[in-house]
């Protein structure tokens, strides 16, 4: 095959591997997305493995696109029909075929963060639980990580010990419950769900252990207890699993992942082989020295050392700033120089890390006053904007008439007289006579609590849903969006609101008929259950365009499978990076140095560390001394950047003075009135109230708001 002179000797190998149990340790730019393309296009190519055989899975969907791109450039057009995809894509699909067997409907739908929220809200205002001493967020987490560990709401139950877990337990069975009957799955259930199947119904179980006889799975670090178990028994009969990870690049603890999966491969499957990436084609070799000089301080790791032939390059460039303005302006004036001198830079070459979004608020006001064009990765998505999830809402119930979040989001909006006393009283008699929320709307005339008029317009509501159901059937997908928004009046309200908001919010909305069509000219015939699967499974990341000319801003998890000619590493102090909520056991630390690792190997020509004596964070002005990380790099990497070099002064922050019953303008939330301000910890606290995502507290050093002229 010609396209093996393409590989090195290690990535040779991984390529040709015959079979059984393969873990290939793939250092930071090490060309593990090649290998594993080139694998499969060897599988077909050279061993006649049908392509309809193999399983590729990786984290994100723009990664699967990529690799889908790549693998059929190699074999041909026969790769937009391969299962290469997310984890939980693959489940998805996996479930629209099986989840009957659970009783459940094929077109459920899939609940995103914001919806799975609402409902555990509405599970402690069942259980009568003030939402304010309950914290449905910590319960959403608690809930989550159980689901990643395969844990149902019957085992969690048995295991509660204290009040928080016991509490949680009451929630989580009420919320499966309430899941159940809405027809929905959250994000976490997508492969939880598909693994229960799997061991309730061996039959199930061995169709896709036949079915797939290579399976290649990317990230493998990154992997949780339910994926494992995934993997594990879609493996089981064939054992022709490919594994690429690199442990050194673990850093999802907090969302489920065990670094364990990785580092004990070689104890679950015996007869594996392993291989070792570390040539690296990113990086020159003072980034890598200065990487591995870090990570080396971990215990808990395969041992490897990436290494290049692309050259010394420059040294580790380290500014150490008076405090956190003084640190971005620096970053700012230093873009900008290297743009004047450089004519190969863009903006889009330059990318800020930080280890919390907090730390953003600071370089997006100088780099507004410098006039550096930014973008921030992790912000508020698409998706996630008022309108279009109200519209995605319409489509959701258009597919799925039980799905409960959905119908309560759009059953007043637009406004349409329905109040909250009426939604009550549809809840009350759907308990009374053990129905769903959707039936009894469909039975409003026997609802004795609600006047004649309250029961027509419920009833209104429901023919408006039954004659888009029938759209849906008989036209596209971008034809049924344009009627919802006709027929319920949504976008003449935004029109005859005239604001500049409203404006934005049109837009938006046009926005999402080009996405529609979009996908549409790539899949013709595209269903409505397909586009609603591909909107809940988009992630941050996915968003991120490489072409758009603006220096990234963002966090070090979000940086993860990224690259950039120069990066700047920001707050290196104890305490900010190492975080000081991870610093209390060994495996936590090690994961912060991890972080650190993953964040100096995304820099390809050069790489600036940046830290500061005194920082304005968390409500007040603290003292840092310089990150261990920063210590763990040998003196002879680093270049300490003279601040005489900075021509000059930084000016001072100052807080703009605000006052109740002003408006101000959120960066992600739009207009909001402000209900309360005060003191807290040298800090102000502002009660505000935002038009569209509602009450809000904010710290005033933090809030990313400015008073409406």
Known sequence: MGLLDDLNPSQKEAVLHEGGPLLILAGAGSGKTRVLTYRIAYLIGERGVSPYDILAITFTNKAAGEMKERVR??????????????????????????????????????YDEEDQLRLIIDCLKTLNLDIKRHSPRAIHAAISNAKCELVDAESFARRAMNYFEKVTAEVYQIYQNGLYKANALDFDDLIMTAVTIFQLFPSVSEKYQEKFKHLLVDEYQDTNRAQYELV??????????CVVGDDDQSIYSWRGADLRNILEFEEEFPEARTI????????????????????????GRKEKALWTDRGQGDPIFWFKADNEHEEALFAAREIRRLMGEEVRFRY???????????????????????????????????YERKEIKDIIAYMRVIANPQDMVSLKRIINTPRRGIGKGSLEAVEAFAARNKISFSQALYRAREIGRLASKAQERLLGFVS??????????????????????????????????????????????????????????????????????????????????????????????????????????????EGIFPHSMSMDTQEELEEERRLCYVGITRAKERLYLLNSWSRNLYGGANYYSDSRFLKEISDNFIKIVDKRDMLEEVPEF????????????????????????????????????????????????LAPIKKLR
Not at 282 to 298: F, K, Q
Not at 656 to 679: A, T
């Open 232 to 241: 594990r028994l879609l493996s089981q009969k064939h054992r022709n699993l």
């Open 73 to 110: 450039q190699l074999v041909g057009e026969v790769a937009r029909d391969m299962w290469v995809s997310t984890f939980h894509s693959a489940c998805v699909r996996i479930l629209r075929r099986e989840i009957g067997r659970l009783g459940m409907d094929r077109s459920f739908a899939i």
């Open 276 to 299: 070792k990436l570390e040539r690296n084609y990113r990086s020159t070799r003072m980034i890598l020295d200065t990487a591995n000089s870090v990570i080396r301080n971990n215990r």
């Open 654 to 701: 100052r807080s703009e003075e605000y006052r109740i019953g002003e408006k101000v303008k959120h960066r992600d939330w739009g207009i909001g009135e402000i209900l309360d301000i005060r003191e807290s910890h040298n800090d102000v606290l502002l009660d505000i109230l935002f038009e569209e995502v509602g009450l809000k507290t904010l710290l005033l050093s």
């Open 464 to 573: 408006l849903i039954e004659e888009f159901r029938e759209e849906a059937l008989k036209v596209e997908l971008d034809e049924l969006v344009e009627k919802i928004w006709d027929r319920t009046g949504y976008l003449r309200e935004l029109e005859e609101e005239g604001t500049r908001e409203a404006r934005g919010r049109i837009e938006n909305l046009k926005e999402l008929l080009t996405v529609i069509r979009e996908l549409m000219a790539v899949s013709p015939g595209r269903e409505l259950d397909d586009f609603l699967m591909e909107v809940s499974l988009v992630s941050d990341i996915d968003s991120y365009d490489e072409e758009e000319d603006a220096v990234v801003l963002m966090t070090l998890h979000n940086a993860k499978g990224l690259e950039f000619p120069v990066v700047f590493m920001a707050g290196m102090e």
């Open 348 to 382: 889009r070459d330059f990318a800020i890390f930080y280890r919390t979004n907090a730390q953003s608020r600071v370089f997006e006001d100088i780099f507004l006053q410098q006039k550096v064009p930014y973008r921030i990765i992790g912000s508020l998505r698409f």
